[in-house]
């Protein structure tokens, strides 16, 4: 533990317009690939939504095992305002111990619990800030 870290940067701005509540969207460009082994993975992102008229307001977004679903709660972040029109959030998390039996990607997915939501956005490209994800050997 604490000697080897695999990490992936990525400064791209991508999200998904008009995403429906409820559901996860996964954004293809931030996959990171685990090797074989134990991981501690996380996650630190910069997360946007707006929509067209003020009202509830919420983004999340989770590092899974899946690219359709949440996979560990400790690894989903997010904001939810009322009102607003439109709101940025970092989130910062770090899961349980995964174990990988053959190389695996994990993915980075997004959603709103809200309707009328125009765009979530993981903000990057000339922003400045950049998505980290991360997995730590675990023994």
């Known amino acids: 533990k604490d000697k080897w870290t695999v990490t992936v940067l990525n400064g791209t701005q991508t999200g998904q317009s008009s995403p ?15 090797p074989t082994g134990q991981w ?6 910069n997360l946007y939504a707006d929509k067209a008229s003020a009202g509830p307001l919420s983004a999340r977004a989770t590092l899974s095992t899946t690219s359709t679903g949440e996979s560990d709660p400790a690894l989903t ?16 998390r770090s899961g349980s111990t995964i174990s990988v039996q053959a190389a695996q990607s994990l993915y980075l997915n997004v959603k709103t619990l809200d309707t009328s939501i125009v765009q979530i956005l993981v903000i990057g490209s000339g ?5 980290q994800i991360s997995l730590e050997l675990a023994y």
């Open 77 to 92: 972040g997010g904001f939810s305002i009322n009102p607003a029109n439109s709101a940025a959030n970092q989130i910062t």
């Open 40 to 45: 501690i993975p996380s996650v630190s992102s």
């Open 20 to 34: 429906a509540a409820n559901t996860w969207y996964n954004l293809p460009a931030f996959t990171i690939q685990a």
């Open 127 to 131: 922003n400045g800030v950049m998505t």
